[in-house]
Nanobody, 125 residues
Framework: QVQLVESGGGLVQAGGSLRLSCAAS????????MGWFRQAPGKEREFVSA????????RYTDSVKGRFTISRDNAKNTVYLQMKSLKPEDTAVYYC??????????????????WGQGTQVTVSS
């Protein structure tokens, strides 16, 4: 069992930056592929980014490429999402998730086993 707690959300003006953190409980953090998803009001949850278990591989949805950076610190059981050049369309609740049985990066939300409670990111124009 893994518990995930996100932090770092907030209100920021367009063009600004935020860094989200997701702290995980448990001793096997390095065994999980970690992902970030987001859900805007009235929309389905969508994949944002994911990182492999050792951090050597990453993947991003097209709309955030070049602006967002995912990273992880396995010694701290934490995954990060650095977000720059934020746009109003980035406004959403951001969730981190852990996939326990995957050796490769996965983008489908159904393949993730554990989820955090989410953190709100609001980008004003």
């Amino acid at each position: 069992q893994v518990q995930l707690v996100e932090s770092g959300g907030g209100l920021v003006q367009a063009g600004g930056s935020l860094r989200l953190s997701c702290a995980a409980s448990g001793r096997t953090f390095s065994g999980y592929v970690m992902g970030w998803f987001r859900q805007a009001p009235g929309k389905e949850r969508e994949f944002v980014s994911a990182i492999s278990r050792r951090g050597g591989s990453t993947r991003y949805t097209d709309s955030v490429k070049g602006r967002f950076t995912i990273s992880r610190d396995n010694a701290k059981n934490t995954v990060y999402l650095q977000m720059k050049s934020l746009k109003p369309e980035d406004t959403a609740v951001y969730y981190c998730a852990a996939a326990k049985d995957s050796a490769v990066i996965v983008v489908r939300s159904t393949l993730y086993d554990y989820w955090g409670q989410g953190t709100q990111v609001t980008v004003s124009s």
